[in-house]
């Protein structure tokens, strides 16, 4: 009896724990109250920013892209429930088992060929093509918060795969999808397919020499070549355009860590070339300011030539004294050889091809020795030492940006075109050169730049 009686009250003590924790704690079942919605189901068509246009948009520049930028080899498709918990549904198409294929022939529409089966609930669906396998791990580990504006940290020859394909994903954020929008019927959601633009996530360049290309400054220039420099290391799967302007994770503030060098020296192309190769670039999109944005924010182009001074100054005296111990003959070395320069106040670049004789002239021009043109400030050899014939100039793009976007940002799915006019010799002697400096316009280049979305649209579609 007295057992019994212990039994009871510790029955009667727990019933009345669990009312008062029911009334006064209510839990959320553990099952989605959604799960018991009926089956859905939906199929996509993404069109990639690449098509055989019947009318181009007016006044719009085009750029077709090549087969590499243009490959398509897996779709993702993520797919949340609106509400909490944000239930997932995730697919993956893949050209090589036949379920994703081009519309037609030579299309840049490409379609599923098998319905995703979810819940009839109102969704969020991202597209995104070509993934790599630490982002699929990444977006199902996180959820509909991947694609929140966290930044994601990616090389940029993982995003410009030219093997594995460009990684791409939808255009915008998408706007909700009603429950009434997916169909109980698979063979439906086959033949109403959902149409997802998505763009590049990198930008691109190729500079030209324009047909009346000049190198000013008393000498030639070859072996030119070009790459962007300054490379973010992380981006938005998606465009953050909630402000009415185009942002990614350093719009406010930057670390130098946040960016990569890069290392592209590619060719320049004559102006009647079609490139074959491009340099690539992540977005980066920051808050400019004048006279204030630093050089070590921006995502700028890099040109490099190498230089070969037609005179250079030289003499016998091994320890000169006045402008007569100088003359002016004409430069002994071949391309590629190092060669040194004196800038004096007068604007003049004086080459020489000792670095001796460079040091004596600079530290006779400082002295204001009569007949020498002015030197202000110390003389630093190796500040002013060409190697190999080596020189820089940078470029910076998108001046004249207005909103959405802001100037000198680079944005995805954009073709920088850059035709150069003229370079004034002889640049600078590193590419570092401006590093902490203040943004301000390139003077020893001149350039003008087309910018090309990189895509055109089909004006119709039959899904």
């Known amino acids: 009896m007295k057992t019994s009686n212990l039994c009871m009250t510790l029955f009667a003590a727990l019933a009345i724990t669990a009312c008062s924790e029911e009334n006064e704690f209510p839990q959320e079942s553990a099952k989605d109250p959604k799960a018991d919605r009926p089956d859905a189901y939906t199929s996509i068509a993404i069109n990639i920013p690449h098509t055989t246009m019947t009318k181009a948009p007016s006044g719009r520049a085009i750029d077709s892209g090549t087969a590499d930028e243009n490959k398509v080899k897996t779709l993702h498709v993520f797919i949340y429930d609106t509400d909490p918990p944000h239930t997932p549904t995730v697919a993956e198409f893949t050209v090589e088992d036949n379920s994703l294929t081009p519309q037609s022939s030579g299309s840049s529409t490409w379609v599923t060929n098998k319905p995703i089966k979810t819940k009839k609930n109102d969704k969020y669906i991202f597209a995104a093509v070509n993934l790599n396998a630490d982002m699929v791990n990444y977006i199902t580990t996180n959820g509909l918060g991947a694609f929140s504006y966290n930044e994601f940290a990616q090389e940029i020859s993982q995003l410009a795969d030219p093997t594995n394909g460009f990684v791409m994903f939808n255009t915008s954020y998408p706007e909700s999808t009603p429950a009434a929008n997916l ?17 590049r996530v990198v930008a691109k360049t190729a500079v030209f020499k324009a047909n009346d290309f000049v190198v000013n400054g008393g000498g030639k220039m070859t072996d030119i070549k070009f790459g962007w420099r300054n490379l973010n290391k992380k981006f938005y799967f998606i465009q953050d355009k909630r402000d009415g302007i185009i942002k990614d994770y350093n719009w406010e503030n930057y670390s130098v860590s946040d960016f990569e060098r890069g290392s592209d020296a590619i060719n320049t192309y004559l102006s009647a070339d079609v490139p074959a190769s491009f340099s690539y670039a992540p977005e980066n999109s920051f808050k400019y300011s004048l006279g204030q944005t630093e050089i070590n924010g921006v995502t700028f182009i890099s040109v490099s030539g190498v230089f070969t001074p037609d005179k250079v100054i030289s003499t016998t005296n091994p320890t000169p004294t006045q402008p007569a111990d100088f003359t002016i003959i004409d430069n002994p070395n071949n391309s590629g050889k190092t060669f040194y320069v004196v800038r ?33 400030g110390t003389y630093a050899l190796e500040e002013n030492t060409f190697t190999d014939g080596i020189c820089y100039f940078h470029i910076f793009v998108n001046a004249n940006a207005t909103s959405p976007q802001a100037p000198y940002n680079v944005y995805r799915n954009q073709y920088f075109k850059v035709n150069i006019h003229s370079i004034q010799a002889p640049g600078n002697p590193s590419d570092n050169f401006d590093t902490g400096e203040i943004l301000k316009p390139e003077t020893w280049i001149s350039t003008d730049i087309e910018i090309n979305p990189w ?7 039959d899904l």
Not at 183 to 199: C, F, G, H, K, Q
Not at 347 to 366: K, M, P, R, W
């Open 183 to 199: 169909y109980e019927d698979e063979s439906l959601a086959l033949t109403n397919r959902m149409s997802i633009p998505v763009s």
């Open 344 to 376: 004096t106040t007068d604007g003049i670049a004086n080459y020489f091809v000792n670095g001796t004789i460079a040091q004596q002239y600079a530290e006779l021009c400082s002295n204001n020795t009569p007949g020498m043109p002015s030197y202000n």
């Open 455 to 461: 895509e055109v649209y089909e004006e119709d579609y």
